[in-house]
């Protein structure tokens, strides 16, 4: 009997223990789990700041992609204009000189004209 006390003494202490174990594992796994929420919470925010920082950068790129657009493009319509000034110019250049030489013909021609004008006045006035 006495065998069988002990023998009952033993499986009291070991269900302690094992109570005390269970109880430490368990604590120990909240505890890892409590960690892992924790890794997960900060890996789903890093991806988030990840993603943030990402679409910043994109979007920065693509301004500076249509800034340059934009600045080639200035610079083709400034390029433009003044190829169209530097045309325009030479095309009044060009008129001024015409019209100078027009002028310049007519007058070689003024006084011819005057006489033709006059001696046909003075052969009117003559033969009448």
Do not use: H, P, W
Not at 7 to 35: A, H, Q, S
Not at 53 to 67: G, H, L, T
Not at 86 to 106: F, M, P, T, V, Y
Request: charged residues 40%.
């Amino acid at each position: 009997m006495l065998y069988l006390y002990i023998l009952f003494c033993r499986i009291l202490v070991l269900k302690e223990v094992v109570r005390n174990l269970t109880t430490e594992i368990i604590k120990e796994i909240k505890e890892t789990e409590r960690v892992a929420d924790e890794k997960i919470k900060a890996a789903q925010q890093e991806a988030k700041d990840i993603l943030l920082s990402a679409e910043s950068e994109a979007e920065k790129v693509i301004k500076a992609a249509e800034d340059q657009e934009l600045l080639k493009s200035k610079q083709k319509l400034e390029a433009a204009e003044k190829e169209a000034y530097q045309e325009a110019d030479s095309k009044r250049k060009q008129n001024n000189e015409i019209c100078q030489e027009l002028k310049r013909k007519a007058a070689e021609k003024m006084e011819d004209a005057v006489n033709l004008v006059v001696e046909r006045i003075v052969r009117m006035n003559g033969n009448s």
